[in-house]
C-alpha cells in the first residue's frame, strides 16, 4: 500500500466522520425547532 492511498484513505475518513457530524446537527435543529413550534 502506496502512503497516498493511505493519506486517501486517511481524508475520506475525517470528510465522513464530518458529514456525519453534520448531519446531526441538522437533526437536533430540526427536533428542536419542531419541539418550539409546537410548544
Known amino acids: ?3 497516498y492511498k493511505g ?3 486517511r481524508n ?3 470528510s ?3 458529514a456525519v457530524t ?3 446537527g ?3 435543529l430540526r427536533c428542536h425547532h419542531r419541539e ?3 410548544a
Open 36 to 38: 418550539k413550534m409546537s
Open 16 to 18: 465522513n466522520q464530518a
Open 12 to 14: 475520506s475518513a475525517q
Open 1 to 3: 500500500m502506496s502512503p
Open 7 to 9: 493519506l486517501c484513505v
Open 26 to 28: 441538522l437533526l437536533a
Open 22 to 24: 453534520l448531519q446531526w
